[in-house]
């Protein structure tokens, strides 16, 4: 099984920026792949950013440079980088991570952004 405890949620105004971080833990020898989703309020989850080990990192159309996502692979940890945030970005922000030999998906607890002045 794969934890992910997520970190970094904030209240920031428009054109600010946060950081949010994301560790994993237990068999993170099998994760392939790993990403950030959000879901915002009254919205379906959608996907922000990923990181197939085997691939290149995608991003989707609204934060494309705006958000970096980076991976420090000796912390197992992934970070999402955004910058100049609009209000619109305001959500629950979830870490994911993904087995695939395993058909296995695994969740963080979700952390809040808010963008407001």
């Known amino acids: 099984q794969v934890q992910l405890v997520e970190s970094g949620g904030g209240l920031v105004q428009p054109g600010g920026s946060l950081r949010l971080s994301c560790a994993a833990s237990g068999s993170i020898g099998s994760i392939t792949a790993m990403g950030w989703f959000r879901q915002l309020p009254g919205k379906q989850r959608e996907l922000v950013a990923a990181i197939p080990f085997s691939g290149n990192t995608v991003y989707a159309d609204s934060v494309k440079g705006r958000f970096t996502l980076s991976r420090d692979a000796a912390k197992n940890t992934v970070y999402l980088q955004m910058n100049s945030l609009k209000p619109e970005d305001t959500a629950v922000y979830y870490c994911?991570?993904?087995?695939?030999?395993?058909?296995?998906?695994?969740w963080g607890q979700g952390t809040q952004v808010t963008v407001s002045s």
């Open positions: 994911y991570a993904d087995r695939v030999a395993y058909s296995s998906h695994y």
